[in-house]
Nanobody, 127 residues
Framework: VQLQASGGGLVQVGDSLRLSCAAS????????MGWFRRLPGKEREFVSG?????????YYADSVKGRFTLSRDIAKNILYLQMKDLKPEDTAVYYC????????????????????WGQGTLVTVSS
């Protein structure tokens, strides 16, 4: 499994940005996918998650709810994270992650439950 994250950059407060994660190497039908971020000096934290095939429900951290939108293009195997109204506290390295496990509410937010990780893309929000 390979995950290639892209789309990060330097933006201003209130700007929008869309991250992409191109997934390859496996049939992801039964995978759980997600975005995490590592803020400076902190551990990785959950941002958003989805079941790849069903996609009927998306999950968000409280800190990004209402501002970030997770979606995926099944045909292209790309996971997107649309971020709007960015704040300085969103500054972080963002990682996409995947696991063949069927994650549930109690396990989805734990990065230790994901088996595959992209290389990360840096988002810097300047005030």
């Amino acid at each position: 499994v390979q995950l290639q994250a892209s789309g990060g950059g330097l933006v201003q407060v209130g700007d929008s940005l869309r991250l992409s994660c191109a997934a390859s190497g496996r049939d992801f039908d039964n995978y759980s996918m997600g975005w995490f971020r590592r803020l400076p000096g902190k551990e990785r934290e959950f941002v958003s998650g989805i079941r790849w095939r069903s996609g009927s429900t998306t999950y968000y951290a409280d800190s990004v709810k209402g501002r970030f939108t997770l979606s995926r293009d099944i045909a292209k195997n790309i996971l997107y994270l649309q971020m709007k109204d960015l704040k300085p506290e969103d500054t972080a390295v963002y990682y996409c992650a995947a696991t063949p496990s069927g994650l549930i509410t109690s396990t989805r937010r734990d990065p230790n439950n994901y088996d595959y990780w992209g290389q990360g893309t840096l988002v810097t929000v300047s005030s």
